[in-house]
């Protein structure tokens, strides 16, 4: 309505502005009057000022609005009090986009400090950086962490710590690191993790720190509890025996001593049964104590490029020889094309071996007909791509009363087992910076423990 009204003004003043030419023509050609070409001259040098003006005031009008809104600023109040009916509903309009703009500013800028109140009140540091180093954001708990009261440029926490400031310069998006640094003369294990978004064509890292001290020190005890639990209960079941056979053939040479009588020949044969027994029993600790002490002293890998089919046709033929003898059916799927594995190879051996060592003894044990193992490797093209390694066997499952157990070090369900192999392959593969999961299906009765490089 309002374009209709402002073009019928515009064709009033477009009238009236013909007829003073008309006439300005008519009173100089047709019939000369110098007073009347005077004022209509004058009519004429007003009427075309007064229609620029009614043009340039709509225009600047508009202008003025849209300069507003370019500057956020929606408190400009229109009115169309003395300027006309034609620009009532331009005003009004101008006045409800204006009203719209600020109740979305106003609820954008609640928004805004909710979830800053929220980022203020986490434990967790969370910091955010431009790639000029930047800080845009910096929460409470960075800044505690720090001992800063303003963040400003990234350079500012490598004055407090250089390895925390390279870690979170080298980090990529979606990486994470554990890192143990020593800020203000305190220690702490800070968990990392990175991500990078892009706001209004600009990149920008988020960073989240956590101190993870108190868990890790949790984790620690409970890990300790779990390993003396076990060191108890073998370490009692050999020395129990020990004591108390000692103390029986003690007695028996005691009261042949006092009676100055010699040992007969019963005695005699449970004098040696007597040692014997001592003597295996000790052994069996002996080798207990090896088996702690080789899970104690594994060295650290030396990470190399390892040309991955190779590499497994290698375990594959030191592992089939093993089952001649058994009707285990022995199946490897690795990959059509070449790949590489940036691992140990020999580490990495003893924890392939040994997952298919397990999964032929649980096909033994569980007394399967048609027992079956499966080699499974599964590599991306990329280079940067994960490789995947499952050990997959139905000899019967794990119950799941145990499943939480069978990492733990010397905790084993076999008579013979030292408890040492799955614990030695978990380290071996953390020491990697791997993965190992286990899954079970109870349905078939498969077990996988699938390892990711």
Sequence with gaps: MSFKNFGIQILARLILLTIGLFGLVYYSYIELNYIRIFFITVFIIIAISELFYYINRSNKDTTNFLQAIIHNDFTIKYSSEGKGNSFRSLYDTFNRVNQKFLEVSQKEATEYQYLNTLIHQLKIGIISFDEQGRIGLANNAIKELLGKEELIRLDWIKRESKPLYESIQKLNNGESEVLKVELRNKVYQLALNVSVFKLRQRSYKLVSIQDIRGELDENEMTAWQKLIRVLTHEIMNSVAPITSLSGTLNQMVSQSQKSQTPLNQDQLISLHDGLDAIENRSEGLMNFTQAYRSLTRVPLPNIKPVEGKLYFQRIISLFTPTLTGTDIAFKEELPSTEFTLNIDPDLMEQVFINLLKNAKEAILGHGNSNGEIRLIVECGLKAESNCFVSVVDNGGGI???????????????????????????????????????????????????????
């Design 399 to 453: 119950p799941a009363e145990i499943i939480e157990r069978i990492f733990i070090p010397f905790y084993t369900t076999k008579d013979n087992g030292s408890g040492v192999g799955l614990s030695l392959v978990r380290q071996i593969i953390q020491l990697h910076k791997a993965q190992i999961e286990l899954n079970v299906s109870e349905g078939n009765g498969t077990t996988e423990f699938k390892v990711t490089l």
